[in-house]
């Protein structure tokens, strides 16, 4: 399997600010990656530099194995939608549909209709008095019609409802099985999310701190709770991502993968051991008080 990304040593500075420092990540073709951390942790700026709108200050960017920027053969095969997305005055929703396809060479107009039609997008509305989430869905609409080679999907779920939310969800899995392509998804709600993902990449602090298989993130990190002091001797000199106590309670996120002697320990003492769920590893790596070891498998992308 050949990589759809590569980027090595990638670094982004605006000013005195660094967006993105010396960051090294890869996505295998036909994947679906999340692309996740906390707001300002440099998940736009990245993709900014995949669809071409930005370069690196050092470091290569490869999509397909070339350079996207100012590359306008490649940029074709890129669909880059941001969070948010502008659209001139006056313009109502079949003037989108109308001028995207020129855009987008594997354009659907199936898909586009049959996006329509399930997120109840009004057509006589002018765009810029839809709602946050009539917004969003004209956004999902552009990413997923475009059936780009590379999807890039920036926040795409803002204002969406729940039910708006899983037809999404539903809409790429199917067409993403019968048209494969790579797509990177930067959202918050994980939990909601992390099914779709083959691929985990955690941002924080303008550095990748995991890349590897979605299947691998449970080995990351473990949770230990119960009595604050049982669980403050159960990890006692072990890497801490997260804590939070409440009363006499305590649960921590640990980085790592928790021995069956450590589990017996927590078991005896009242206390217990858990794999981390994605979401507190993500919310782990975005509140540690120092910068962890960033954790990178190529499992599945070769570099």
């Known amino acids: 399997m050949t990589n759809a990304i590569d980027i090595r040593s990638l670094s982004r500075v605006f000013g005195q600010v660094k967006a993105l420092e010396d960051i090294t990540l890869s996505a295998p073709e036909g994947s679906i990656c999340g692309l996740l951390g906390r707001n300002g942790a440099g998940k736009t700026t990245i993709m ?21 920027f100012e590359n306008k053969a490649l940029l074709s095969q890129i669909s880059f939608i941001r969070d948010n997305q502008r659209y001139p005055d006056g313009y109502r929703l079949h003037h989108v549909l109308r001028i995207a396809p020129d855009f987008a060479p594997n354009w659907s107009s199936d898909v586009a209709a049959e996006l329509v039609e399930g997120f109840r997008i009004p057509d006589r509305t002018p765009i810029k008095k839809f ?10 609409v552009l990413a997923l019609a475009s059936r780009a080679p590379l999807t890039l999907l920036d926040e795409p779920y803002l204002g969406l409802d729940a039910t708006a939310r899983a037809f999404f969800h539903n809409m790429l899995l199917r067409d993403f099985a019968e048209h494969p392509r790579t797509v990177m998804l930067s959202t918050h709600l994980i939990e909601e999310s992390e099914a779709l993902f083959d691929r985990v990449l955690i941002v924080d602090r303008g550095r990748v701190y995991v890349d590897c298989a979605s299947e691998e993130t449970s080995t990351l990190a473990f949770t230990v709770s119960g009595p604050a002091q049982v669980v403050e001797e159960l990890v006692g000199g072990r890497t801490l991502l997260a804590s939070h106590t409440v009363g006499g309670l305590r649960s921590v996120t640990v980085g790592g993968t928790a021995d069956a002697g ?9 206390a217990a051991v858990s ?26 992308a070769h570099a």
Request: glycine share 14%; proline share 8%; hydrophobic share 35%.
């Open 262 to 270: 450590l589990g017996f320990r927590a078991h005896t003492l009242g």
């Open 131 to 140: 709602s946050r989430g009539q917004l969003s869905s004209v956004a999902v």
């Open 48 to 68: 900014s530099i995949l669809a071409g709108q930005d370069r690196p200050s050092s470091g290569t960017v490869e999509v397909f194995g070339q350079d996207p």
């Open 275 to 300: 794999p981390a769920t994605l979401q507190q590893l993500v919310a782990g790596y975005g509140s540690a008080a120092t910068a962890p070891e960033p954790v990178r498998t190529n499992k599945g």
